[in-house]
C-alpha cells in the first residue's frame, strides 16, 4: 500500500474519532465510540495497524511513526471527553450552589377579601356568645322569603320590580295553574329566609346567626349595591325578652369596635317581628344604622309550627358592609367590589 494512502486513512480516522468522542454525551456512548475505535479486537485503530504491515518497507518508519502519534492522539481525547462527562455529572449532583446568605426572593402572599374577614370575625365572636352559624340558599322561595315571614302576597316587598325573580324553564313554559311552590323563585333579598329555614328542622330551642349574601334591584351609588351581605341572628328559647336582644347587640358591637359601643333602638315595623325596632351604634361619637330586629311575631312561629304561648324569640338582621364601612372608615360600599388591589391590600 502506497504511503499517502496509508497516510489519509489516518486522517481520517482521526477525524472520525475525535468527533465522536466529542459528541458523547454520556458515559455509555463515549464506551462505544471508544470500542468502535480504539477496540483492542475489532477497533478501526486496530485494522490501521494491519495496514501498516502492507506499507512499502521503505516508508514504513514514517507510517510507524504517524501511527503512533495517532494512537498517542486518540487516548488524549478519550480521557478529555472521559473528564468531560465527570465534571458534567459532578455539577448534576450538587445542583446549583446554594447561597444561604444571599436574600430570599420573598413570596406574594394574598390574603382574605375585607369583606371575608368581617364574615370570619363576626361568626368568631357571636360564637363565642353561643351562636352558631348556618348557611341558607341564595335562590329562595316565595314561602321561605316571605310567607312564612308573615309578609303577604299584597305587601310592596313583594313587587317584582323590587326583587330578582327567576324564570325558570318551568314557568315560562307552565300552562296550567302554578303550586305556591313554582309559582316564583328569587335571588334572596334578605337573610331572615335561614330562620324559617332552620325553624323548621329544628324544636326550639334555637340559637343561630346566618351570614350571607343578599340581592335588590338597587341602583349601585355610595352606600347600595345589588348584592351585599347580611349577619342575621335568631333567639328562641322560654322567657326571651327585648333586654336580651340589647344586651346581645351591645356585646356584639363592643366586642366588634373594641370598644364601648352603644345601641338606640328607634321602633319600626317588619311583618316578621313584634314589636320591631331599627338598630343604631354609637362608636367614636357618631350614631350609624346597623339593620333591624325585634321579638319574633307569633305568626311566624304559628308558620314553622313553633308553640307561641310557650316560646318567645328575638332576631335582628344588620348590613355586614355597614360594620365593616364603619370600622375601617370606607366611604363607598362600590370599593368592595371592584377588586382593586390598591383598595384590598389595605386591609
Ligand atoms: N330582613 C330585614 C331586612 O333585610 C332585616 C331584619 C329586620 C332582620 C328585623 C330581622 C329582624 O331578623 O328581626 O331589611
Redesign the pocket.
Known amino acids: 500500500m502506497a504511503l499517502a494512502e496509508f497516510l489519509a486513512e489516518l486522517d481520517q480516522l482521526n477525524c472520525d474519532a475525535q468527533a465522536a468522542f466529542q459528541a458523547a454525551g454520556t458515559a455509555a456512548a463515549l464506551e462505544a465510540a471508544r470500542i468502535e475505535f480504539l477496540g483492542l479486537k475489532s477497533g478501526r485503530l486496530k485494522s490501521a495497524q494491519k495496514g501498516l504491515g502492507a506499507v512499502d518497507r521503505a516508508d514504513k518508519p514514517v507510517a510507524g511513526q504517524r501511527f503512533n502519534q495517532l494512537k498517542q492522539q486518540l487516548e488524549t481525547a478519550l480521557e478529555a471527553a472521559q473528564s468531560r462527562l465527570a465534571s458534567a455529572a459532578t455539577a448534576r449532583v450538587d445542583g446549583p450552589r446554594f447561597d444561604p446568605t444571599v436574600p430570599g426572593i420573598r413570596p406574594r402572599l394574598g390574603h382574605l377579601h375585607p369583606l371575608t374577614q368581617t364574615i370570619e370575625e363576626l361568626k368568631d365572636l357571636m360564637g363565642r356568645l353561643g351562636f352558631s352559624a348556618v348557611d341558607g340558599p341564595e335562590v329562595e322561595d316565595e314561602w321561605h322569603n316571605f310567607e312564612a315571614l308573615n309578609i303577604p302576597l299584597e305587601h310592596p316587598a313583594r313587587n317584582p320590580l323590587d326583587n330578582f325573580y327567576l324564570a325558570t324553564a318551568e314557568r315560562l313554559g307552565a300552562t296550567r295553574p302554578q303550586s305556591t311552590e313554582e309559582r316564583g323563585l328569587l335571588l334572596r333579598?334578605?337573610?331572615?329566609t335561614v330562620?324559617i329555614r332552620v325553624m323548621e328542622k329544628t324544636p326550639p330551642p334555637v340559637r343561630i346567626i346566618s351570614l350571607g349574601r343578599?340581592y335588590r334591584p338597587d341602583d349601585a351609588d355610595a352606600t347600595h349595591y345589588p348584592m351585599f351581605h347580611?349577619i342575621?341572628?335568631?333567639l328562641v328559647d322560654r322567657g326571651i325578652t327585648m333586654a336580651d336582644l340589647k344586651s346581645v347587640l351591645r356585646l356584639f358591637a363592643s366586642s366588634f369596635f373594641q370598644d364601648d359601643v352603644h345601641i338606640r333602638f328607634r321602633p319600626s315595623f317588619?311583618p316578621?317581628?313584634e314589636p320591631?325596632v331599627e338598630v343604631d351604634m354609637s362608636w367614636q361619637g357618631r350614631w350609624i344604622e346597623m339593620?333591624?330586629?325585634?321579638m319574633?311575631d307569633p305568626n311566624v312561629f304559628r308558620a314553622v309550627g313553633y308553640d307561641a304561648e310557650e316560646f318567645t324569640g328575638?332576631?335582628?338582621?344588620l348590613g355586614i358592609e355597614r360594620v365593616c364601612m364603619r370600622r375601617h372608615n370606607v366611604t363607598d360600599i362600590r370599593e368592595f367590589y371592584k377588586n382593586d388591589v390598591r383598595f384590598l391590600q389595605q386591609f
Open positions: 333579598s334578605q337573610t331572615s330562620q343578599v347580611q342575621e341572628g335568631l317588619f316578621f317581628t320591631s339593620g333591624g330586629a325585634g319574633v328575638f332576631a335582628f338582621g
